[in-house]
């Protein structure tokens, strides 16, 4: 386990970013940009996702994670460990899920396009707002931010695949036309990426062993702020969508987007900038166990609260 956790370059771990990476891909193979010019139509849902995820969401996870860490925890984490564990909440807060937002919008009967649409404007907003916004608040909480570092991870894990997820969808569609690409050629990738998520939360876990078996209580500490920012996040994006007048099927995926977290970003950067047995990588790592979980009540919730559909135009419908 040492050898694994030793396999580095440039501060990235070798296997990780490895299995991240195979997490990552097959969602930009769904990536697509002409779904852009459906925006105009019906703009609404996409002001709501991009106002939650990115004026919103950081801020609200970087309070809670101030408040809990360094005030309510303060007998129990000292100030140096408090900073790391805050350092790894606004990691995580600071990247919008886009890749299990697919999964919670169908769970909750979401409209797949619009969803598509908002996941997109997201994966473009991260390339240029995840690292101005991460080096804000972590210097704001004294935390030594290695930008080149930060812009790396970021290079890796979101336009490297993102690159390479549209010039794979572009060249099989070409060939192979666009229902064999859905149909036949993506479906083949979901048990990769699961795969892949389990063997990386295995690794994770591996690494950081000494930490949780020298304070099981940290595991219970982290949960809690991030099933609070949770269930807040959703709640101001479900309540704004309902004011905005949102169909359901939109308001639904939109709340779940600010709800959930792109984590196998937030790893990833978390390892790169503080390495594989860090607080901050713990923090993203609980991340994961908690989200799932809490997104399962978000959907019943949502499934409960369905309020009734209006009628959605054919020529958005369509890809």
Same mark, same amino acid.
Not at 61 to 70: G, I, P
Not at 136 to 157: R, W
Not at 266 to 289: E, K, N, Q, R, W
């Given at each position: ?30 990536v ?10 019906? #703009? !609404?849902?996409?002001? $709501?996702?991009? &106002?939650?995820?990115? /004026? ?5 996870? =970087? %309070? ?28 995580l ?93 993506? #479906? !083949?990738?979901?048990? $990769?990426?699961? &795969?892949?998520?389990? /063997? ?5 876990f =591996? %690494? ?6 020298s ?21 101001i ?21 600010g ?33 799932v ?21 054919p ?5």
């Amino acid at each position: 386990m040492e050898q694994l956790s030793s396999l580095e370059i440039a501060k990235v771990n070798v296997p990780i970013a490895i299995l991240i990476w195979l997490m990552i891909y097959p969602m930009m193979l769904q990536v697509d940009f002409r779904s852009l010019k459906k925006i105009g139509k019906r #703009p !609404k849902g996409i002001v $709501l996702t991009v &106002i939650v995820n990115w /004026l919103i969401k950081p801020f609200t996870m =970087a %309070f809670f994670a101030w408040l809990f860490f360094s005030h309510i925890y303060s007998a129990f984490i000292s100030p140096e460990l408090a900073g790391e564990y805050i350092a790894g909440a606004i990691i995580l807060g600071a990247a919008p899920c886009t890749a299990m937002v697919f999964v919670w919008s169908y769970l909750s009967d979401g409209d797949p396009n619009y969803t598509l649409m908002q996941v997109t404007v997201n994966d473009i907003i991260i390339l240029i707002a995840f690292v101005p916004i991460v080096g804000l608040l972590l210097g704001i909480t004294d935390v030594t931010v290695p930008y080149d570092t930060l812009v790396l991870s970021v290079v890796i894990y979101v336009v490297v695949p993102l690159v390479a997820g549209i010039l794979t969808s572009k060249y099989l569609i070409g060939k192979k036309g666009e229902q064999w690409f859905t149909g036949t050629f993506l #479906p !083949k990738f979901k048990p $990769l990426s699961i &795969i892949a998520l389990l /063997l990386t939360l295995l690794l994770l876990f =591996a %690494f950081q062993g000494g930490n949780i078996l020298s304070n099981p209580f940290i595991i219970l500490f982290i949960a809690i702020p991030l099933i609070i920012q949770t269930y807040f996040i959703f709640f101001i994006a479900w309540f704004g969508g309902k004011k905005l007048n949102l169909n359901y099927q939109v308001c639904a995926p939109a709340a779940m987007i600010g709800a959930s977290n792109f984590f196998e970003l937030a790893v990833a950067v978390a390892i790169a900038l503080f390495g594989l047995d860090s607080p901050a990588a713990l923090v993203c790592v609980v991340g994961v166990l908690v989200e799932v979980p809490v997104m399962l009540s978000l959907v019943k919730y949502a499934n409960r609260n369905k309020y009734p559909k209006t009628k959605i135009n054919p020529q958005i419908q369509q890809s």
